[in-house]
């Protein structure tokens, strides 16, 4: 099977900087687009950016000049760096992936069990 670890959540100031970090294991035959969601109580999950295979990248309006997505292929990795956090920035974090594995013929979405992120003003 496959699962997705996430770190790099916290609490930070307004104007500060975070790191999140989203790395998938398990049997792995390919990993298709990646990327980063997050979700406030009583609200949808929304997507914050995603980047594709071929490292195009989308941006959320809220978090364009802020955010920046990265992905390591070699280990299966995806970062999102968080710059000039705002109050409302606070959510939980998640990441997906688009991932075939060996016991599958197409591709499926996995996400990650979730970080909180707190922007205090």
């Known amino acids: 099977q496959v699962q997705l670890a996430e770190s790099g959540g916290g609490l930070v100031q307004a104007g500060g900087s975070l790191r999140l970090s989203c790395a998938a294991s398990g049997s792995i035959f390919s990993i298709n687009a990646m990327g980063w969601y997050r979700q406030t109580p009583g609200k949808q999950r929304e997507l914050v950016a995603d980047?594709?295979?071929?490292?195009?990248?989308y941006y959320a309006d809220s978090v364009k000049g802020r955010f920046t997505i990265s992905r390591d292929n070699a280990k299966n990795t995806v970062y999102l760096q968080m710059n000039s956090l705002k109050p409302e920035d606070t959510a939980v974090y998640y990441c997906?992936?688009?991932?075939?594995?060996?016991?599958?013929?197409?591709?499926?979405?996995?996400w990650g069990q979730g970080t909180q992120v707190t922007v205090s003003s």
């Open positions: 997906k992936m688009v991932i075939k594995n060996y016991s599958r013929s197409d591709y499926g979405d996995y």
């Open positions: 980047i594709t295979s071929g490292g195009r990248t």
